[in-house]
């Protein structure tokens, strides 16, 4: 694809903004769940190794070196795992509690699928053989 590289980037940048917005509510406490913010919880601060993952995604999408492309698509999909497992934890009901899931969380795993398909397109300059 011509364009995967620029779109895994910009996917990379949605996925950061989406590590900052609410990701859920849990009513009952009032609390608001963000990636970088968990107050209330036991959950961490599970947008931490998106962000540090997504700049090194970042930066080997940039590099036009085949070992980068290839180490990229591991990188993906560490990526890709992560932000399904955010989904699973805060998204679940938790002794009676369901949490209301916001449109963050949805961005957050579809950024994460359209990174790891970006990785499997890289654009890598075909040299002649002499």
Excluded: D
């Amino acid at each position: 694809m011509k364009y995967s590289q620029q779109i895994g980037m910009l996917a990379v940048l949605l996925m950061a903004v989406a590590c900052f917005l609410p990701w859920s509510i849990i009513e009952s406490k009032q609390l608001t769940i963000t990636g970088m913010q968990t107050v209330g919880t036991s959950f961490g601060r599970p947008g931490l190794f998106l962000l540090i993952f997504g700049t090194i995604g970042f930066i080997l999408f940039a590099l036009p070196m085949i070992w980068a492309k290839r180490t990229n698509v591991f990188v993906s999909a560490l990526i890709l795992a992560w932000s399904i497992r955010n989904y699973i934890l805060v998204s679940t009901c938790m002794f009676g509690e369901c949490p209301v899931k916001q449109p963050a969380l949805y961005v957050l795993v579809v950024c994460a699928v359209v990174i790891q398909l970006m990785s499997f397109f890289p654009r890598i300059p075909v040299g002649t053989k002499q």
